[in-house]
């Protein structure tokens, strides 16, 4: 029998998406699963994007130009100017998803054996995306007890090597739900420039900041404007998840020549996905209002009720709509698992996506779950309910 690649051995099962046959297998004996394991939002479409799904009038569904269609990417251009992101519309490639551009930006910017510095727990499509570009990702921890702020300056200067091509963030983070500070953005901009590498900034929940503070984008940082690659997503901000339409952001031309080779070999990006997102970027300032409030009360709601929780503890996130939370448990991949294979509270169990794989040290996080609050408030009282009887049963709970 033939062997099966390396590469795919290599390739990690995702932490979100490894448990969902036992989540399954759950609710076939007749539990009730609540679902705090992906970022999936609960909340509605935009009323613009339905319609326009509703209402298109082709007689052919054709490809889309390779780059995506321009009067898409002229709305995005123009979304973008709203945040002073100062690109346009030829500095936008779009891809299908988020997941698409980050593996084309890698594609089109490292070659095998290049390094990319991450401050992690990081999103862990990062780490299988860096493993199809044959690249490598090199990790700076950042600790739960300081709130997962951005490592030294001095822990990133240790990393770099002759094979080092840039620096990765994702801001608001995906799992911590961290928020960059000016100062922190201004270190990770001197270090691009220094050393001459290439910045990778995921912005896709930038909608979603809570501290008060202006948001701040990698353009925002002078003297490095074409070294940065800006990552997005209609994803998350208009509950579009399943139009699979993302976007590279760059000014740096020879890198938008490359990924276009990348974009022409898989031909186009989804045509009814993008017709969907062009018309919600036209959704209401109340439509994005509802949505902010919303995840506003709830990330209080479930940060308050984990931390009341005996021997839990979980940082306040000040972004996105995620938070990583430290469990008296002795592992969390099999706290997880046992949920769902095992446990349940008054017909429900709770499903959770284990930290350890938003980590490349296999000793990091092992006591770490992600939680994602894109359910109601009602089911997050639910959940948190069965989450404390089941850290009370669970056998290799461990002293607070």
């Not at 339905?50 to 979304?79: F, V």
């Not at 794989?357 to 009282?381: M, Q, S, W």
Request: net charge negative; proline share 8%; aromatic share 10%.
């Amino acid at each position: 029998m033939p062997s099966i690649s390396k590469r795919g051995e290599q390739m990690p099962a995702s932490p979100i998406r490894k448990l969902v046959p036992l989540a399954n297998a759950a609710k076939a004996r007749g539990v009730k699963v609540y679902h705090l394991n992906i970022g999936q939002p609960d909340l509605p479409t935009p009323p613009n994007g339905l319609e326009a799904l509703k209402h298109i009038d082709r007689t052919t569904l054709e490809y889309s130009p390779s780059e995506g269609l321009r009067s898409l990417r002229e709305k995005l251009a123009s979304y973008y100017h709203r945040f002073n992101i100062n690109v346009d519309v030829d500095d936008i490639i779009v891809t299908t998803g988020g997941s698409e551009a980050v593996l084309f930006a890698f594609m089109a910017c490292l070659d095998p054996g290049d390094e990319i510095i991450v401050p992690e727990p990081a999103y862990a499509n990062y780490m299988a995306f860096a493993i199809s570009a044959g690249a490598k990702i090199v990790t700076v921890p950042s600790s739960i007890d300081e709130g997962f702020a951005l490592p030294p300056v001095e822990k990133f200067e240790e990393l770099i090597t002759p094979r080092t091509k840039g620096i990765l963030i994702c801001n608001p983070n995906n799992p911590t739900g961290y928020l960059y500070t000016q100062k922190e953005m201004n270190q990770i901009r001197d270090i691009v420039k220094r050393h001459d590498l290439f910045l990778f900034s995921d912005e896709v929940y930038r909608e979603y900041c809570y501290t008060g503070a202006p948001y701040i984008s990698a353009f925002h940082l002078p003297g490095i404007e074409e070294q940065v690659v800006l990552i997005d997503s209609v994803s998350k901000r208009y509950s579009e998840c399943g139009i699979r339409i993302g976007a590279i952001i760059t000014k740096h031309k020879e890198l938008k020549k490359n990924v276009m080779k990348f974009c022409q070999a898989r031909l186009s990006p989804p045509l009814l996905g993008q017709i969907v997102a062009e018309a919600s970027i036209d959704a209401s300032p109340d439509y994005m209002l509802m949505t902010y409030n919303e995840y506003v009360e709830r990330r209080k709601f479930l940060i308050d009720g984990l931390n009341r929780i005996p021997g839990v503890y979980s940082p306040i996130p000040m972004g996105a709509f995620y938070t990583v939370a430290s469990l008296p448990v002795d592992d969390a991949d099999r706290f997880c698992e046992w949920c769902l294979r095992e446990f349940e509270y008054e017909g429900a169990t709770v499903f959770m996506a284990p930290a350890s794989g938003f980590y490349t040290n296999p000793e990091l996080g092992r006591n770490e779950v992600r939680l994602a609050y894109v359910i109601n408030k009602e089911d997050l009282g639910a959940a948190l309910r069965v989450l404390a009887e089941a850290l009370k049963a669970y056998p290799g709970r461990t002293q607070p």
